[in-house]
């Protein structure tokens, strides 16, 4: 079974700062994807970003950005120029390509932003 | 667009007690899910559907049913309800495979 590690249960950072969210995930397929899932206060899960695992680029979204490593099966998450509203629980996770896209999610990880 | 409705927002069960958690999409989304996330943890498959009439089990499906009479609809049954199913339930749905879920607001349930 597919396994989402996020060993980081809390992280911090400075307003403007760069932070990096770490995750690892154990798999024997090939063809898979991963997210970053944002869960503000609200509860309300937003996705974040998104990457293939077939594509060597790394995903990127404004001031979101991944880095994938596929033979270390780690996929790490920057957040740059950290805003206030970036305060939230971030969970990683995973999908294989053809299993009608169930998710399965890491334990998250708390960040704080501090003004 | 709506996207992911569930009501209610907010339930308080006693032991042994059955309710039903509504969960509708308007995307036209064949594949839909249930999640429960407990406190301080991430989200766990309960059942998912991958189209009307189509149910399969997740990682915990033992005291939930479902069912799926239509595109939009997919409600999550408890029966005999345990404080181990004291948590917060998301519904959510995509369009096709490995893309985007989008997720409802949850509905947090407790059982005393």
């Known amino acids: 079974a597919q396994t989402v590690t996020q060993s980081q249960p809390e992280m911090s950072v400075q307003e403007a700062e760069t932070v990096t969210l770490s995750c690892t995930y154990d798999?024997?397929?090939?063809?898979?994807?991963l997210f970053w899932y944002k869960q503000p206060p609200s509860r309300q899960m937003i996705l974040v970003i998104r990457q293939e695992a077939y594509k060597q680029q790394n995903a990127t979204e404004n001031r979101f950005s991944v880095n994938f490593q596929k033979a270390a099966k780690s996929f790490s998450l920057k957040i740059s120029d950290s805003q206030l509203g970036d305060a939230a629980m971030y969970f990683c996770a995973y999908s294989k390509e053809t299993s009608g896209s169930r998710l399965t999610f890491g334990e998250g990880t708390q960040l704080t932003v501090n003004p | 667009n709506a996207g992911v409705t569930q009501t209610p927002k907010f339930r308080i069960l006693k032991i042994g007690q059955s309710m039903t958690l509504q969960c509708t999409q308007d995307m036209n989304h064949n594949y839909m899910y249930w999640y429960r996330q407990d406190p301080g943890m991430g989200l766990k498959l309960i059942y998912y559907?991958?189209?009307?009439?189509?149910?399969d089990k997740g990682e915990v499906p033992n005291g939930y049913n479902v069912s799926r009479s239509t595109t939009e609809d997919f409600p999550l049954r408890l029966e005999l309800a345990a404080p181990s199913q004291t948590s917060v339930y998301f519904c959510?749905?995509?369009?096709?495979?490995?893309?985007?879920?989008?997720f409802g607001p949850g509905t947090r349930l407790t059982v005393l």
């Open positions: 959510a749905s995509s369009y096709i495979t490995y893309n985007e879920q989008f």
């Open positions: 559907s991958v189209g009307a009439g189509i149910t």
């Open positions: 798999t024997s397929e090939s063809d898979y994807y």
